[in-house]
């Protein structure tokens, strides 16, 4: 029997992939926070997977941290803030050869896992695919993607890529993971937080495109001063097309914000601003966003870290 896919997190990325899985008839069990979600989830008699309108439930197993199954396959797709501790909370449960695979938006928390699991292979994701929750243990597939893979420790793919064949899960082995991830986190430091700023859909940013395009010029200085200068190539005309591209979509932090929940700011902008004075690069426009956004979320009574 092939190895389990154990999922931490039943946000819409999670399900998203979890639903995915055991759709293609692969063994996949739900991880969630404590006894009283387990239930909830019972109740609900699995997770559904709306997509091209229709709904689908699949009942995928679930249980709590404190089970005793080994893991030797778990899927990270908690927020950037809370993977830390989930995963050294799940530490005990790893095998000797057990491999995790990080959903984790922005820089950061990559590392702060690792470090807290270092007998584990940490497998670095950066996906594009769209998807949110329209309702407890549901995830609508807004927008078809691509998800990139890869180790910077260790550039060999792992054979369980041919489960994400099984599963249509579009993606590919990067050998060049870092440079992805920084590219994708200078593409939601230019977004995401002005989207919050001037209270707009992506698409409302064409009309504050100085101020995009001042913000690009010194991304692109700070993925340079890092070592990542592919990353930079032409950063402000991918902006600019993912802006357009999804002008009709509310930023990730945009959705958090509405609903009251906590960013994931230190692990985007707050990173790409500390990496700035590690390097003694100074970048006046990003920190000024930072210092707003950090001053707009503290007046809607929101967490700034």
Request: aromatic share 6%.
């Amino acid at each position: 029997m092939s190895t389990p896919w154990h999922v931490l997190g039943a946000g819409s990325l999670g399900t998203l992939w979890a639903t995915r899985l055991a759709r293609a008839g692969l063994p996949v069990r739900l991880i969630v926070r404590d006894a009283e979600r387990l239930r909830s989830y019972q109740v609900a008699g699995g997770l559904t997977l709306v997509e091209h309108g229709a709904a689908t439930t699949y009942a995928v197993p679930a249980q709590t941290a404190d089970d005793p199954e080994p893991i030797r396959r778990l899927l990270v797709a908690c927020k950037a803030y809370d993977a830390e501790s989930a995963v050294a909370r799940l530490a005990p449960r790893l095998s000797a050869d057990a491999e995790l695979i990080l959903l984790q938006n922005g820089l950061g928390s990559q590392d702060a896992v690792a470090a807290q699991v270092p007998q584990a292979r940490c497998i670095s994701a950066s996906s594009t695919e769209g998807a949110f929750r329209d309702g407890d243990w549901r995830v609508v597939f807004a927008g078809h993607g691509f998800t990139w893979l890869g180790d910077a420790s260790h550039p060999v793919a792992p054979i369980w890529l041919d489960d994400l064949d099984a599963a249509k899960i579009p993606h590919e082995w990067s050998t060049d993971i870092l440079t992805r991830l920084w590219r994708k986190l200078a593409l939601n430091c230019a977004i995401n937080p002005l989207t919050v700023l001037h209270d707009c859909r992506n698409g409302g940013l064409e009309q504050h495109q100085c101020e995009v395009a001042t913000l690009c010029a010194e991304l692109a200085e700070l993925l340079e001063r890092c070592g990542q200068p592919a990353a930079a190539v032409n950063l402000q005309q991918e902006v600019e097309r993912v802006i357009h591209a999804t002008a009709a979509n509310y930023s990730s932090m945009y959705q958090d914000v509405a609903n009251q929940r906590r960013t994931e700011i230190s692990y985007l902008l707050g990173h790409a601003c500390k990496v700035a004075t590690r390097h003694q690069l100074n970048l006046p426009h990003l920190n000024q966003l930072q210092q707003r956004l950090v001053g707009h979320l503290r007046s809607l009574g929101l967490p700034s870290d």
